[in-house]
């Protein structure tokens, strides 16, 4: 029913997402200009832009929400942790003062997890290093 009154081709460029988006509600419409297509078109993107953040500036960093920092912080410890339970360290970049406090704050947790201690050592300002005791010496890069 709808797709005998909805146009599709040249006339309008929403037209045939208009027609998915409409399909099986049963809905009688009456034949559509294309500026009634745009203005339902442009209703439907404002409806999905509602949950869009605004980006930021160059250079600044975005903050994470709480529920993806916890995420983060999650994969952080089972990735990392996983790795410094193999090889006794590992090397991880940290580029900004929020990353280095993400790495430090999951060694705090590997620690009362392990029930040993997890050191944290600044390599260089981009890169910090977590070991366990016994791993303190470098590494061959």
């Known amino acids: 029913m709808i797709e005998s009154y909805l ?29 009634g297509l745009e203005q339902i078109a442009s209703r439907t993107v404002i409806r999905d832009l509602y949950n869009v953040r605004v980006r930021p500036v160059e250079d600044t960093v975005t903050p994470l ?29 940290a580029y900004t003062p929020e990353d280095r406090r993400r790495l430090v704050d999951v060694a705090h947790r590997l620690a009362a997890h392990w029930g040993q201690q ?15 005791a016994g791993y303190e010496t470098q590494p061959k890069r």
């Not at 409409?22 to 559509?32: S, Y």
């Not at 929400?65 to 090889?87: P, W």
């Not at 997890?118 to 366990?132: H, I």
């Open 7 to 35: 146009p599709i081709g040249e006339d309008c460029p929403h037209a045939e997402r208009l027609r998915d988006q409409l399909a099986g509600q049963d809905l009688l419409l009456g034949k559509l200009s294309r500026t």
């Open 65 to 93: 929400t709480d529920e993806e920092e916890r995420r983060f912080q999650a994969v952080l410890f089972s990735e990392l942790g996983n790795e410094i339970a193999d090889r006794g360290w590992i090397r991880f970049p």
């Open 118 to 132: 997890v050191f944290v050592e600044a390599e260089d300002q981009c890169r910090l290093r977590l070991f366990l």
